[in-house]
């Protein structure tokens, strides 16, 4: 009984080589795979494309003449000129000047009062429990997901019966009251989960303060993340348009960004000196960037895991 059932023939499984024998060699096989990269590298370069074209034109343009421009947009300077630079600053309404100066105080104040409030409430709410937390966020988030364009008109009711509409206090506490601190408050939260307790529970047994412990304790181990808010703050509050045309008004101030809306003639524009006002309007916000990179980079990586 047992020699027959070892004497019995076993069926054999067809291995891989004999799997790929069994294909015909003359029949197609297409490469999905090679089709898809391809795809999503043709797609990569038009989005790149989409993102790089209006910075190419700007950067190009402010070094060429009218005719040039009107001629070809996408063409090099040939020759370049600096007439497009000088004749922006030496215009007689100093819209260069008054403009970058302007903006300039306008996001320094706004960005050096939403870092302390938000590094300063961010710490405070990252010491209350785990549902009061995210009962808060849920609140703040609403700063974010709610356009600005809604909540215009109630901010200039606002700063009206302040008596700070038209004026540069109340453009700075409409900054300070959007959805900026809500994005700075966030930033930080994220970041203070990196941060472990027993930091602030050496500095609380050594004597110190709340206060204290946010300012001389957190807040340098906050720098990452605070260069991560300045730099997106500044961009925004930099580009921003809406707010100081409505409430600052067109005869009461002006910005940058309002500064170029003016810029534009009703019946002509003179593009040459246009684009040497966007190209100077571009220089400070990515100069700033430049300078504060590496901070930019370590505080999106550094408040990402815990």
Not at 15 to 40: C, F, I
């Amino acid at each position: 009984m047992t020699a027959s059932t070892s004497q019995r023939p076993t069926a054999q499984r067809p291995t891989s080589q004999s799997r790929v024998a069994a294909v015909p060699t003359g029949a197609p096989r297409p490469n999905r795979r090679v089709w898809a990269s391809k795809g999503h590298l043709t797609a990569a370069g038009l989005l790149t494309l989409a993102f790089v074209s209006p910075i190419y034109l700007t950067i190009v343009n402010a070094f060429k003449s009218q005719d040039q421009i009107i001629k070809n947009p996408a063409a090099p300077p040939a020759p370049p000129t600096l007439h497009n630079l000088t004749d922006a600053l030496s215009r007689p309404d100093r819209i260069i000047q008054i403009g970058l100066t302007n903006s300039a105080v306008t996001v320094i104040a706004s960005v050096l009062l939403i870092i302390p409030l938000g590094a300063a409430f961010s710490f405070w709410l990252s010491r209350r429990p785990a549902r009061f937390r995210r009962i808060v966020l849920a609140c703040f988030s609403a700063g974010l997901m709610i356009p600005p364009a809604v909540i215009l008109l109630p901010t200039i009711r606002i700063l009206t019966f302040l008596h700070l509409d038209h004026t540069y206090p109340g453009l700075i506490l409409a900054n300070v009251g959007g959805g900026y601190l809500s994005f700075a408050v966030f930033v930080y939260s994220g970041f203070l989960r990196s941060i472990p307790d027993e930091i602030v529970e050496a500095a609380t047994v050594d004597g110190a303060g709340t206060l204290r412990t946010w300012w001389t304790i957190v807040m340098p181990l906050l720098r990452p993340a605070t260069a991560t808010v300045a730099i997106f703050l500044s961009l925004w509050i930099w580009n921003d348009f809406m707010n100081p045309q409505f409430i600052l008004g067109p005869l009461h101030g002006q910005t940058v960004t309002t500064g170029l809306y003016q810029s534009v003639g009703q019946y002509s524009t003179n593009y040459a000196q246009l684009f040497g006002v966007m190209f100077l309007a571009a220089v400070i916000p990515v100069a700033g960037y430049l300078a504060l990179q590496k901070q930019f980079i370590a505080g999106l990586t550094s408040g990402a895991s815990k």
